[in-house]
C-alpha cells in the first residue's frame, strides 16, 4: 500500500493545481466533465486576476498543509478587497445575466474542500497508477454519521486497477466526497487477508462528478476547454478572436517543446549546434517597443540551451510556455537589463519565471536566460 511522508511538500498534488488554467465561468457545469481536470474555475467568480490569487492561495495551502481555518484568515482580506466577499453582484460577461451570492464561509469551504480534495486524488492516482505489477484498487469510505449511504455500499470494493469501475467512480464521486482509494498488490492482499471483489457494484456518481477524475488523459481537458469557449463565444467576435489566438498558442508550446527537446539533445553534444536556432514566440509589442525593435519573432539558440544547463529546474517544456510568458496578463514586471540591449520580463504562470532578452546587431530578438522559481525571488 501507497505511504505518504508528511513531512515532504505534495508535489504531485500541487503539479495537479498548479498547470490548471484560470477560467471564467458564471455556473460550474459550463465546462464538460474532464475540463475541471485542467481548468482552475470557480462559479460566478468572474476576474480572472483573483482567480489567479485564489489558485496561488490554495497552492499554499496545499504546500504548507494549511487548515480550512488558517487558509480562510488569509485569503479572506484580498476577497474584501477585490469586492468577491459577502453579498455581491456578479454578472456574465457574456450573456448580461446578474446575480446577486452571498460569499460566506460556506462558500469559501466548499471551494477549500473540493480543490483539496481532488489535489490529493489527483496525487494518489498519479502514484497508483505509476506502481509497477499487479496492483488493486480498494474503495475507502469515511464510516461515519456524514457519509452517503450510497458510498458506504462502495467501502471495500477491492478490483484491479485497470477495471473499467475506477474510470467513472474514481473519488471525489460527489460535492463533499471524502472517499479516497488505496492500493495494494497481490501480496498486500494476502497479508491483510482481503479479496477482491466478484464483480464491480452498481453505482453512478452525481451528474458534476460523473467523469474519470483520474486525469490520465494528458491534455483532452484543455481542448474541451477551448470546444466550450468556442461554443460559448460563438456570437462575440471579440472574445472568440482571442480564443482562436489561445488554439495557436498551444499549437505553437506543443511545436517548441518537440523541437526543443531535438535541439537540446545535439546541442549538449556538440557546439557545433550553437549558431542553430529556433522561433520560438511571436513577439508581444510592449517587447518590441522595451528593446526599440521590430522583430516579429523571438528566438532561442542552441548555444542557450547548451550552456544554461545549470539552470537544473528549467526544461524544454519550461521554455516552449514562452508564448504564454510573454502575455501580459501573465507579466507582472519589467525592467532594463546592464546592457541598452537587454531586458528582463517577470512572469507568473504556474511557476514564477524571470527571463531575459537580447537585441542583436540586425535586429533580431533572443531569449537568453530563463529562469524559475515557487516563491517569485530571483
Known sequence: MLEFDFKEEPKVNMEFLKQKIPTTTFNYDELIHEAHLRAFSIAK???LDLLKDMQDSLLKAQKEGMSFESWKKEI????????????TEVIDKTTGEIKIINVNNRRLKNIYNTNMRSANAQGRAKEQYARKGKVYLRYVAIMDGLTRESHAKLHGTILPREDGFWSSNYPPNDWGCRCYVQSLSQAELKTKGLKVSPKAPEFKAHKDWNYDTRNLKGNEGIRQIIEYKAKRYANNPALLRSLNNLKEEIKQVEKNYLA???????????????????????????LQKALGSKAKEVYLS???????????NVGEFDYSLLPFLLKDSNVYKTQKGNKDNHILYFSHFGDYYKAVFKKSVIDEIFLQSLIKSNSGKF
Do not use: V
Not at 76 to 87: H, S
Not at 260 to 286: G, N, V, W
Open 45 to 47: 467568480m468572474m476576474q
Open 76 to 87: 479572506k482580506p484580498n476577497l474584501a478587497k477585490k469586492g468577491w466577499l459577502g453579498k
Open 260 to 286: 526543443l527537446k531535438h535541439l537540446r539533445q545535439k546541442a549538449i553534444k556538440s557546439e557545433e549546434y550553437d549558431k542553430e536556432f529556433l522561433s520560438i514566440a511571436k513577439t508581444p509589442i510592449s
Open 302 to 312: 542552441g548555444y542557450t540551451l547548451r550552456t544554461h544547463t545549470h539552470h537544473d
